[in-house]
């Protein structure tokens, strides 16, 4: 649907309103054949340069609401203004929450930037374009992170911090493909990544016994960590074909050895660290030990508040239960 602009003839100075449809049409005033881009512009230019200004003030101070505005007004007189675009896509990305991240919007505004930007500038503006997703996904993953750990022991925290990840992750991909040679870009796929599989050890302050909170971890489902390895292993492939000294983190997973930690009254005993390495060396390596640390992180939290509330059942514990673990472990860890 065309809509009626105001314009200026740059060659007579006629005022006219033209349809901003068609990219041509004749002046009624001296026949002239005008650009109706031009034309616009030629009417609204002090306001365009007003708005330029005022937008990158607000920008400058951090205001991304107020630049979004006067990038909106400016595309109302110029629709084929990319650095308007441009910063109307970025101001977007700024002002994203956790409860929505403004991606989609984002995204648009940027191809829009391309779609009118000289092809001797498309390369720079893609490089920029790929900074400020990267730059804006990261932003908006801290936020989620902080979110976490201050409100791990609630309810759905950790889903809904799931959640956000996934939507960061989409987001740095989408700045990939912009910028495929970007290795930072490509680490903070993988960060992200193995941040979730990795997961979260954490003390739920609304579960305690005499005070004292039960530790807990946060884990993603055997199904979606096949599914994040996946895109370590194929993001990892392209960052070793760019940095071939690239070599590749191990993934930690968060723990807590719940029995052996209220056994020996402290999560940094000897203990305790040897039965983490054997499982996350070992048992996390075959179907059966997996079965069992889903089993003991499902019931490991009530023998364990058991245990740390009597010390009879500390000191069997540790007899028949931690003692013999450890010497185990022991084994299989010499023969590695």
């Known amino acids: 649907m065309a809509f009626f602009r105001e314009a200026k003839c740059p060659n007579c100075g006629g005022e006219l309103r033209i349809p901003d449809d068609k990219t041509t049409v004749k002046c009624m005033y001296c026949s002239s054949d005008i650009v109706v881009r031009q034309a616009i512009q030629i009417a609204g230019g002090a ?28 595309l109302e007189i110029d629709p084929g203004n990319c650095e308007a675009w441009f910063g109307k896509g970025e101001s977007a990305g700024w002002t994203s929450t956790l409860r929505q991240f403004r991606l989609p919007e984002m995204i648009t505004a940027f191809q829009k930037a391309l779609d009118c930007t000289s092809s001797d500038k498309k390369q720079e503006l893609t490089t920029r374009i790929a900074d400020t997703i990267n730059s804006v996904a990261v932003a908006y993953y801290k936020l989620a992170k902080n979110q976490l750990k201050e409100y791990i022991s609630l309810d759905n925290t950790w889903s809904e911090y799931l959640e956000h990840c996934s939507v960061v992750i989409q987001a740095v991909e989408r700045a990939h493909e912009y910028a495929p040679n970007d290795k930072q870009i490509l680490e903070n796929i993988i960060f992200i990544c193995k941040d979730n599989i990795e997961g979260v050890a954490y003390d739920d ?108 059942f500390r000191f069997l514990s540790l007899i028949f239960i931690v003692y013999p673990s450890v010497q185990l472990a022991k084994v299989f860890i010499k023969k590695r």
């Open 205 to 312: 302050r609304y579960d305690t016994f005499e005070g004292i909170p039960t530790p807990k971890v946060a884990r993603v489902s055997q199904e979606y960590e096949a599914t994040l390895r996946k895109k370590i292993e194929i993001y990892e492939a392209k960052l070793k074909q760019l940095d071939p000294s690239y070599q590749p983190a191990k993934i930690k997973k968060a723990s807590t050895c719940f029995v052996a930690t209220a056994t020996m009254d402290d999560a940094t005993h000897p203990f305790v660290l040897i039965l983490q390495e054997f499982r996350d060396e070992f048992l996390t390596k075959a179907k059966s030990g997996r079965a069992f640390i889903n089993y003991y992180y499902t019931y490991g939290p009530y023998f364990a508040s058991l245990i740390r509330k009597n010390k009879m």
């Open 47 to 74: 306001n365009i340069e007003n708005f330029v200004n005022l937008a990158q003030t607000a920008k400058d101070a951090g205001n991304y609401e107020e630049a979004y505005g006067y990038y909106t007004k400016i």
